[in-house]
């Protein structure tokens, strides 16, 4: 990859209008700076006809049929992809923190990059033709859209995309990736986009179950630079997320125990995603997207 190419700044995207605008940039962006092309050849066999509506290509309109019955009708096609691609994302309490530091730099917290990654990976993986779905969850699945490379669809989920945010006071379920794991037909890619503050034991078993059933597993864990690097000097008042009381408290007196935690954390996720064969990418929210979009293609020509 060309690094000259590294301009994708998120606060540069916080401020483009429209998520798949975002989203174009990032992945035209990324792509320019490849050597050789990652997209590879497909092939479609025509299903059924259904009524145009807003978003779908109107190169795939029959306009055969349109002389017939003076309506728009759309030709839809079975699928015969290399890949179905789900994005799972997280929505729970703590996906909405920031850093008063972060807000007055107007970067992007932890939800906002973590759609723009999700909106990244989404139109990159549908436009080499790979179907790609989105689910989103905290304590319960909030939104399944199912993986498909129709036209129209990726216009469907960076919609359904940008309407999500982060619920307040609401933990992350990863037992409900139970659920989701037994949904998905067959097998594909499984892109997990969390903070990854639960419990490792559930998260574990989560991943087991989705390796158990065939597919492949990136994790990307979004993180704000000062949650890795507590870089608080003064008297500061720590806001809980998901239902935790303020603390009012002097950094300094709590960044041994806090650093030694987030550490010890850290080495657990790592080691459970290495025992179960997952790959594992920690982002920060001052990182350009193009790291996750390479850790992506990596992970997905199996070079990791």
Not at 67 to 94: M, P, Q, W
Not at 212 to 224: K, L, T
Request: charged content about 25%.
């Amino acid at each position: 990859m060309n690094t000259q190419l590294r301009f994708l700044d998120p606060e540069i995207l916080s401020k483009i209008s429209g998520m798949e605008l975002r989203a174009r940039t990032v992945v035209e962006g990324f792509l320019s700076g490849l050597h050789r092309s990652p997209f590879k050849g497909f092939s479609v066999e025509f299903a059924e006809y259904r009524q145009y509506t807003p978003g779908d290509d109107p190169r795939h309109i029959d306009w055969k049929v349109y002389a017939r019955s003076d309506r728009y009708y759309v030709k839809e096609f079975e699928e015969e992809t290399n890949l179905h691609c789900h994005i799972l994302l997280d929505l729970s309490g703590s996906m909405s923190g920031t850093s008063g530091k972060t807000i007055a730099a107007s970067r992007p917290g932890k939800f906002e990059y973590a759609t723009y990654l999700a909106a990244s990976l989404a139109y990159f993986i549908f436009m080499q033709r790979d179907a790609v779905g989105l689910v989103a969850f905290d304590q319960e699945v909030r939104l399944h859209v199912p993986a498909k490379v129709r036209p129209g669809h990726l216009h469907h989920v960076l919609v359904e995309l940008e309407k999500l945010q982060p619920g307040s006071n609401r933990k992350e379920q990863p037992e409900l990736l139970h659920q989701v794991a037994e949904s998905f037909r067959r097998k594909g890619m499984v892109v997990l986009i969390s903070d990854l503050f639960g419990e490792i034991a559930p998260l574990t078993r989560a991943l087991e179950h989705l390796r158990f059933r065939g597919h492949d597993v990136i994790v990307f864990q979004i993180m704000d630079e000062f949650e890795l690097n507590f870089d608080f000097s003064q008297m500061t008042r720590f806001i809980g997320l998901e239902g935790e009381a303020p603390i009012l408290a002097l950094p300094q007196a709590m960044r041994e125990r806090y650093m030694q935690n987030l550490q010890n954390h850290l080495a657990a996720l790592r080691r459970t995603c290495g025992v179960n064969r997952v790959d594992y990418t920690l982002l920060t929210t001052n990182q350009p997207l193009d790291f996750a979009l390479q850790a992506y293609l990596a992970a997905r020509s199996g070079k990791m």
